[in-house]
């Protein structure tokens, strides 16, 4: 991801996610817990880290939202806390809302490689579905996609016609890759991920995650 943990809006969330603890040392100690045997660089562990704190927080303030009587749950591992809440927010009803694109952002998004087509989202039913399919919270996402803070690509297979992963492109400086998420959060396979480097190559995009650990071959 850009900043990573530095990143002033994580720490924020750090700081919020901490205050759901009873201590620090128990907040410290289930942190530890969700990479307990992970082989994962430092900077792979910080990206993975980053991105449980910004789900969790981005589902607790839209339920809360959504519920004035919303409560945390009391969970303490840090992944079964997410996928808990992940529950209440694919279960609320939202309105449909279309997520509408200039013809200059479909050029630039989408695109068909070898394995898969990449598509943007259509709408925020279309990524609580998503979600719902690869069980993740990729719905939370969107009212960030509708204001155009950032856009949710869908990768569909083309032999089984079924979404199989999302990526997270946004555009500051340029446009950059910050999240390739499959089922259950696992990064991408090999050859996913070689699908995914060549889009990116094809569409001026930079591959800023950790979630592709792979060069292609010239």
């Not at 990768?155 to 500051?172: A, N, V, W």
């Amino acid at each position: 991801m850009t900043e990573g943990i530095f990143e002033a809006n994580y720490a924020k969330d750090f700081l919020s996610l901490r205050s759901h603890f009873i201590s620090e040392k128990q907040f410290a100690h289930h942190f530890v817990n969700v990479f307990h045997g992970i082989q994962l660089t430092d900077y792979f562990l910080s990206e993975r880290l980053l991105g449980l704190v910004k789900d969790i927080m981005r589902m607790r303030h839209q339920l809360e939202e959504l519920h004035s009587d919303f409560i945390m749950p009391k969970v303490y591992d840090i992944q079964e806390l997410h996928d808990t809440l992940m529950v209440p927010f694919l279960q609320v009803e939202k309105p449909y809302q279309e997520i509408l694109y200039t013809k200059d952002e479909k050029n630039k998004m989408e695109s068909d490689m070898p394995m898969s087509d990449f598509l943007l989202a259509k709408s925020n039913h279309e990524l609580i579905e998503a979600g719902s399919l690869l069980n993740i919270c990729v719905g939370s996402y969107a009212e960030a996609a509708l204001q155009k803070k950032l856009y949710i690509v869908l990768i569909r297979s083309k032999e089984s016609g079924r979404i199989t992963h999302c990526l997270e492109i946004i555009h500051k400086r340029g446009w950059a890759l910050v999240q390739a998420k499959g089922k259950y959060n696992q990064i991408p396979v090999a050859a996913i991920q070689e699908d995914i480097q060549r889009y990116c190559e094809q569409k001026g995009i930079t591959i800023q995650t950790g979630d592709i650990q792979i060069e292609l071959v010239s």
